[in-house]
């Protein structure tokens, strides 16, 4: 636990400790900003006008809980306030604090409200890391106005922090940091450190941060360092690819999305090897698992899709595994889904169907939902006759009912030719079925197994 106390002097002991701590800190604490205007990033909140700013600057913070990734300058903000307010800031964390540390906050702050007048600050970082009843131990201060919260957390609040807490709390959502403000961060300390460092050396530092003002600055401590163990003054790509033990490929903003074309592509026409191979390459050179694997969830229904069902279910997890595992583990749960997806039976119905109804949606006019499927209240039941009544297909012997879902205006006579079709499966794997069990519920007219061969190209198929 760490407290501030305006106008108190420092003790000899521990003036030498934070001057001591100060040379030693790693170089992301010694490029810290100490104002509201150091700060790089997060405009929309800390700009002229912005919410957030107007508090800080007339100290009139209420609870706030800040949300964003690592190194978009949660601590950060807290600590600006520390040196600008006028109130008590403590601050805890969450991975080590308990509830007995957060009664005693509460305790010494109710003195100080009662004896000083003074209001206290709680920065809480990690605080989704709090269980239920830690974060109920924090409400009736909060809600008491004893303290003043600020939380910081790099998950949604909404899922990891309690309902009643989130009510009394701003939720201020941070960014990731662009590449220009990874630039000038990573700039700025370079001239800090009295060094030099080469273009294409801060470009991949950039590319390797992925929007991490830390993550930027404790790379460049590193490439700092071997480029001083060289006996040089200036950071070369060498030296940040020794940093990130990362080699550099042909992966500028072009080579991105043409790496990724190419990886789509190859799960697409069914190639495993190729597949893993643009894997590898774009694990190599540092692309986030995070993105490849929200394209494996695509492709699954957008190129697998009802010809294997299971294709979006493997994707799914794959991409929690990310989350859950990260680098380089989950490589192996990515290797997983590419093989299995490339191995699979396509389809691009799903795509397709979507797509014929959005046409319909955008081109074609409204029809009103069928009184029979509006929504029935206790005091509309007289609705359940209105035209013609709803069936319901369970109380029928082979579960369904041949009656019409969609506006008739829009859909078309029921096993006509006339009638207009969305999905028409392939007989591509499983799709297959799916294809002749509809077909002997709609008719074969709606249905025909050989349609799938003529409908209208959804896509470029150079992209």
């Avoid at 009912?401 to 007989?427: C, D, N």
């Amino acid at each position: 636990m760490a407290a501030r106390r305006p106008g108190q002097p420092d003790d000899l002991f521990e003036s030498a400790l934070q001057e001591r701590l100060a040379r030693q800190a790693p170089l992301a604490a010694r490029m810290r900003p100490r104002t509201v205007d150091d700060i790089i990033g997060q405009s929309h909140l800390l700009g002229p006008d912005a919410p957030l700013r107007a508090l800080i600057d007339a100290d009139r913070l209420s609870s706030i809980i800040l949300w964003g990734p690592p190194g978009t300058g949660k601590t950060t903000i807290a600590q600006v306030i520390a040196s600008k307010t006028d109130r008590e800031f403590v601050s805890l964390s969450a991975v080590t604090a308990g509830v007995k540390d957060v009664r005693e906050v509460i305790e010494g702050a109710r003195r100080r409200l009662a004896e000083d007048g003074r209001g206290t600050i709680l920065f809480l970082d990690e605080v989704h890391r709090f269980n239920k009843s830690q974060q109920d131990a924090l409400l009736p201060a909060v809600e008491a106005g004893i303290i003043t919260l600020i939380g910081a957390t790099t998950e949604n609040p909404f899922f990891e922090v309690n309902a009643p807490l989130i009510s009394r709390s701003t939720i201020f959502r941070l960014q990731p940091l662009t590449d220009d403000e990874l630039r000038l961060i990573a700039g700025r300390a370079v001239e800090a450190e009295g060094a030099g460092c080469d273009d294409d050396a801060l470009d991949h530092l950039v590319d390797m941060a992925g929007g991490d003002g830390r993550a930027a600055l404790n790379t460049l401590e590193v490439a700092l360092a071997l480029a001083a163990a060289a006996g040089r003054d200036r950071v070369s790509l060498a030296d940040v690819e020794g940093a990130r033990q990362t080699r550099v490929l042909r992966y500028g903003e072009d080579e991105h999305y043409d790496v990724v074309s190419a990886f789509i592509k190859s799960i697409r026409g069914s190639d495993p090897d190729a597949g893993l191979y643009w894997l590898a390459r774009m694990l190599e050179a540092g692309e986030d698992a995070r993105f490849i694997a929200r394209r494996l969830v695509i492709l699954a229904s957008e190129d697998v899709g009802m010809a294997d069902p299971m294709g979006l279910v493997l994707a799914d997890a794959a991409a929690r595994a990310v989350e859950f595992v990260g680098l380089p583990e989950a490589g192996l749960n990515l290797a997983h889904t590419v093989i299995y997806l490339a191995s699979a039976p396509k389809s691009n119905t799903a795509m397709a169907g979507l797509a014929r109804a959005f046409s319909d949606v955008r081109d074609r006019p409204a029809g009103a939902v069928p009184p029979y499927l509006r929504s029935v209240h206790p005091y509309q039941a007289r609705k359940l006759k209105e035209g013609g009544g709803y069936r319901y297909p369970h109380n029928e012997a082979a579960g369904f009912v041949a009656q019409e879902y969609r506006p008739p205006e829009i859909a078309g006579p029921i096993g006509t030719a006339e009638r207009r079709l969305y999905y028409r499966p392939s007989p591509h794997g499983a799709e297959a079925e799916a294809g002749r069990r509809l077909r002997q519920l709609w008719g074969d007219a709606p249905y025909d197994a050989e349609e799938w061969w003529e409908f209208e190209k959804f896509r470029d198929p150079s992209r």
